[in-house]
């Protein structure tokens, strides 16, 4: 079963995909990747080399931005449903109260509302 990392253009989303395929080459798993953000991800966005994946077996596909669903959380947890996902790796940032208030969380929806484990890292933690 794929592990899925959830992507965004940040240092926490690049913690993200290299915390999945660790992940996933502990478990000889495939890593899906859940493009959060609208622009397409190229490799020097991922922060990795993707000729080492060859290398450790680990089978990686990016899944290109959902035309119909808009929220993030909601792309995440039916990717999850429609791929028999094992794990859920997203990264976190800090946020303010406010912040947090107006903008809502979409790391929380998941961590909430996902069926399978959810592991959260922060950009610092490899």
């Known amino acids: 079963m794929p592990i899925l990392a959830c992507y965004s253009d940040t240092d926490s989303g690049r913690a993200?995909?290299?915390?999945?395929?660790?992940?996933?080459?502990?478990?000889?798993?495939?890593?899906?990747?859940?493009?959060?953000?609208?622009?397409?991800?190229?490799?020097?966005?991922?922060?990795?080399?993707?000729?080492s994946l060859l290398d450790l077996g680990v089978p990686l596909?990016?899944?290109?931005?959902?035309?119909?669903?808009?929220?993030?959380?909601?792309?995440?947890?039916?990717?999850?449903?429609?791929?028999d996902i094992s794990l859920i790796v997203l990264g976190l940032r800090r946020r303010s109260r406010v912040g947090k208030l107006l903008?809502?969380?979409?790391?929380?929806?998941?961590?909430?509302e996902a069926d399978c484990p959810v592991l959260a890292v922060k950009a610092n933690s490899l």
């Open 16 to 51: 993200a995909i290299r915390r999945a395929l660790a992940e996933a080459h502990k478990s000889q798993d495939s890593v899906l990747v859940a493009n959060l953000d609208k622009e397409p991800i190229t490799e020097t966005q991922l922060g990795i080399d993707l000729d």
């Open 103 to 112: 903008m809502g969380s979409v790391a929380q929806r998941i961590l909430i």
């Open 61 to 83: 596909s990016v899944l290109p931005p959902s035309q119909t669903v808009h929220d993030a959380a909601d792309f995440v947890l039916q990717t999850e449903q429609e791929h």
